[in-house]
């Protein structure tokens, strides 16, 4: 098992709170990525950071932002939850953003937005 | 956009069977890399393969890449009810992995 930690693990909220979605990894790996993923479906970069203080955009527009004060640290945060953003949210993290490193992916959080 | 594209989308089979997945992908890779996701969790990785490998083993593993035919198939062998799951391959594009839709592999006991 990774050393990845995702909170909460499910979660299930009401359209217009603020959530945040915590990630944490133990490995001292320096980028880290945020993944959204719809049930039977591909994974969608929607987020990742290449160290402290590095925040990118992915492939797929997202309405959420994340930061990145620390190195083990990537939390994401919808500001106002729509029932749209319910699906899976995976968090990894890699050594290295060189394409020979392979990466470590927490549990995921399955949002429920209502 | 998406690179890598896995068939079939679902597989079913007899525990102690084979399996066969494949996976093409558009633009030319430095390598392909392969992950498991067990149902409601996250993904795992398998195997990584080189552009220059045409082949690799690991375990029950079998990995084959064809750069020619920009595709790649993974097979397990001897499965067992536990490998059921998702299979994704993976490839750089970029600067970050790009995921296929994957192959679900359900082993029946």
């Known amino acids: 098992e990774a050393d990845i930690y995702q909170t909460p693990r499910y979660l299930v909220i009401g359209t217009g709170k603020k959530i945040t979605l915590e990630c944490s990894q133990t490995m001292g790996h320096d980028k880290m990525y945020w993944y959204q993923q719809d049930p039977g479906m591909e994974l969608h970069l929607i987020h990742y950071?290449?160290?402290?203080?590095?925040?990118e955009k992915g492939d797929l527009s997202s309405e959420s932002t994340v930061s990145r004060i620390r190195t083990e640290h990537f939390p994401l945060t919808l500001e106002s939850a729509r029932p749209s953003h319910t699906s899976q949210y995976l968090c990894?993290?890699?050594?290295?953003?060189?394409?020979?490193?392979?990466?470590?992916f927490g549990p995921g959080t399955r949002l429920t937005v209502t | 956009s998406q690179q890598g594209e896995e068939d079939p989308q679902a597989l079913s089979i007899q525990e102690g069977e084979n399996a066969t997945m494949n996976c093409s992908y558009k633009?030319?890779?430095?390598?392909l890399q392969w992950y498991r996701q067990n149902s409601g969790r996250g993904l795992v990785h398998l195997i990584l393969i080189r552009s220059n490998e045409r082949e690799k083993h690991s375990g029950r593993l079998r990995v084959t890449l064809d750069t020619s035919k920009k595709s790649s198939s993974l097979l397990i062998t001897a499965s067992r009810a536990a490998d059921t799951a998702s299979y994704f391959c993976a490839t750089w594009s970029q600067g970050n992995l790009i995921f296929g839709k994957g192959t679900k592999l359900s082993v029946k006991p």
């Open positions: 633009t030319s890779i430095n390598n």
């Open positions: 950071s290449y160290g402290v203080n590095s925040t």
């Open positions: 990894a993290s890699s050594e290295s953003q060189l394409s020979s490193y392979e990466q470590y």
